[in-house]
């Protein structure tokens, strides 16, 4: 049993390290870009490191007091003052110190915040193909844990290798006043300890590499299972998912486990070398005690500055840990912050309309997303009014054709002009104000019916919006629901049916009163009664406006003026219905094999 999970965390973390062995060919961040982070907080930063070392400047003075303490005991002297001064002292360094600490803990919170902050609107308008195969989740813990391993590294490590250094110079410049040759074999200990720890460090930067890289397969895989938790549950899948998302779980244990082994390592090595050099002191301490050439009182300030110079390794090595991870969060941040963004065209926002009667003009498109080409010298138009329907087999292209109309990919060759103007030149937001999408799968957004339907046009007033419910007919639905408009819909909310939500979708897109209005298969989720009304609106709307739509069923097909047939990335045939059908064999084809015929639903109902 215990040897099967061994060799499944064995085999994971071999995986595991393949992965980082190929990321960190690329540099990854350096410490400067970890002070970086700082920028935005510079005076809460200074105002902390003042209070934290003059705390820490405060706490070298109290082996001193001390010292001083022990002789006038010894002779007889009043020591009442030494003692409210020593008092005053504690005070003033645990003061001093939670100062800085709430002041580093305020500069880790606002680092978090700016980098989510910047974070959020990479991934808001980023250029679409990037974020083709990345996993969401992965992204969602980029932006979740890994700011929160920076918070914690700035809260918990700079001040502290401040306070280290301070401390450590100090005691050292303190120590080495009172007896030179005991401070040197106290030195040399430490120094033996230091580079053991920088050794084991970059061990710990790369277990905790793969410790995030596993929390990310495991918020990625968990995002997706739950998202289609009705499949999973469908296909009894739940105890292959639990146990799938389960291996990124023991992954992260894994590297967890590594990390800890090292560290394991550290603290023992460490304290031996540090009780050795310490009994070293006591013993020829007490020897150049009894022998005249160290007074009592200077032996125990030369123990106390031991302390203070060996407790903060403690800390030193926690702090230089919390480095090692920032580093490797950061390389996870700054990997999506250097996302391309989609390029903003200066030029002019939107051209004044050509006079043509072509709205839309694809010429010799071609377009693949890798190395296989998806579209191959793609030519139609679009006229200014009237529908124009694409039709093919799945995996034709239709739907990257729609991508390509709306500026998310730039083709690989060819050109397509809107209103005379080729959309390259032609700001992307701009160029998408003129369009209506709907999408294949029209999803909710967040918010209420009313948000949903307004999510393009804000401004739009209640008379528009009743218009538009009305020509989708969506009224009725309007009225079922519970609070109307203001009803929440969507995840959280009132779910829709897939008709329901392309009528949503529908509706928001003719908010916008678009040039021209793509659809993407937008009858595919409806019944025969909706197809039917659906296909009238459209009619209606092209009296007005151009209207591009990947069509799945007949009777949309037949409603349109020209139809463009799609085979494998080209266009096989243009024409009306009737036209297509006498001339065109595949046409033929496709309109018996691939395209839903009203009787064909009827005889399924
Ligand atoms: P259709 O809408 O006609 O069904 P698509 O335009 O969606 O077809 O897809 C055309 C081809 O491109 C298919 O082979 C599909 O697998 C591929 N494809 C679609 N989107 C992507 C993408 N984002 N990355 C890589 N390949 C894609
Ligand atoms: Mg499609």
Redesign the pocket.
């Given at each position: 049993m215990s040897g099967d999970v061994k060799a499944t965390a064995a085999g994971v973390t071999g995986a595991v390290q393949d992965q980082a062995g190929s990321a960190q060919e690329t540099d990854g961040p350096r410490i400067g870009d970890l002070l970086r982070l700082l920028r935005g907080s510079g005076r809460t930063v200074v105002a902390a490191l003042v209070l934290t070392v003059t705390g820490t400047v405060v706490g070298l003075f109290q082996p001193l007091l001390t010292m001083r303490l022990i002789d006038r005991v010894s002779a007889h002297e009043a020591v009442a003052s030494l003692v409210v001064a020593l008092t005053a002292l504690f005070l003033a360094q645990a003061a001093l110190e939670a100062g800085g600490q709430y002041l580093l803990d305020v500069t880790g919170e606002s680092v978090v915040r700016r980098l989510r902050r910047r974070l959020v609107e990479r991934l808001m308008f980023v250029r679409i193909q990037e974020l083709?195969g990345r996993r969401t989740g992965d992204l969602l813990s980029r932006v979740g844990t890994d700011t929160t391993v920076l918070r914690d590294m700035v809260a918990g490590s700079f001040v502290q290798l401040v306070t280290v250094g301070v401390t450590g110079v100090g005691a050292a410049g303190l120590m080495l006043w009172i007896d030179p040759v005991m401070f040197l074999m106290v030195a040399a200990t430490l120094v033996v300890a230091a580079v053991l720890v920088a050794g084991v460090m970059a061990g710990i930067r790369s277990s905790t590499e793969q410790a995030l890289a596993g929390v990310g397969a495991m918020t990625a895989d968990l995002e997706r299972a739950l998202g289609g938790i009705r499949t999973v549950r469908a296909a009894r899948a739940e105890r292959r998912e639990a146990e799938r998302i389960g291996a990124d779980v023991d992954t992260a244990y894994t590297a967890g486990l590594r990390s800890a082994r090292l560290g394991s390592v550290v603290g023992p090595a460490m304290e031996i070398a540090v009780n050795g050099s310490f009994l070293l002191v006591l013993l020829i301490g007490a020897v150049r005690v009894s022998n005249g050439s160290m007074t009592v009182s200077e032996l125990v300030a030369f123990l106390l500055f031991a302390t203070y110079l060996v407790m903060p390794l403690a800390g030193l090595f926690n702090a230089l840990s919390l480095i090692q991870r920032g580093l490797g969060s950061l390389g996870r941040i700054e990997e999506v912050l250097g996302l391309p963004m989609e390029e903003v065209t200066q030029a002019s926002a939107t051209p004044p309309a050509a006079s043509s009667s072509t709205l839309l003009d694809l010429r010799n498109v071609t377009f693949s997303?890798?190395e296989r080409p998806?579209l191959r010298d793609v030519c139609f138009t679009v006229p200014r009014t009237g529908i124009v329907a694409l039709v093919?087999r799945?995996?034709?292209?239709?739907?990257?054709i729609v991508s390509l109309v709306e500026k998310f990919y730039e083709p690989d060759g060819g050109h397509i002009a809107f209103d005379g103007t080729d959309i390259r030149d032609v700001d992307p937001r701009a160029h998408r104000a003129r369009i209506g999408l709907v999408e294949q799968h029209a999803p909710l957004l967040h918010g209420t019916l009313r948000d949903n339907l307004v999510y393009a046009t804000p401004a739009a007033d209640e008379e528009s919006i009743r218009e538009t419910l009305r020509m989708v007919n969506l009224e009725e639905l309007v009225e079922r629901l519970p609070d109307g408009l203001r009803t929440e819909v969507g995840d959280r909310g009132f779910n829709l049916s897939g008709g329901e939500r392309q009528r949503v979708a529908i509706a928001r897109a003719l908010l916008g009163r678009p040039h021209l209005l793509l659809l993407d298969e937008p009858t595919s989720q409806l019944d025969l009664i909706n197809e039917r009304e659906i296909t009238e609106m459209l009619r209606k709307i092209s009296r007005k406006h151009a209207l591009l739509v990947?069509a799945h069923r007949m009777s949309t097909v037949r409603a349109a003026d020209r139809i463009v047939v799609l085979d494998d990335g080209r266009v096989s045939a243009m024409g009306t219905h009737e036209q297509l059908l006498t001339d065109d064999p595949f046409y033929r084809r496709l309109t018996t094999d691939h395209l839903k015929h009203p009787d064909a639903d009827r005889s399924m109902a």
């Open positions: 083709d997303y890798g998806v093919g799945s995996g034709a292209g239709k739907t990257t990947v």
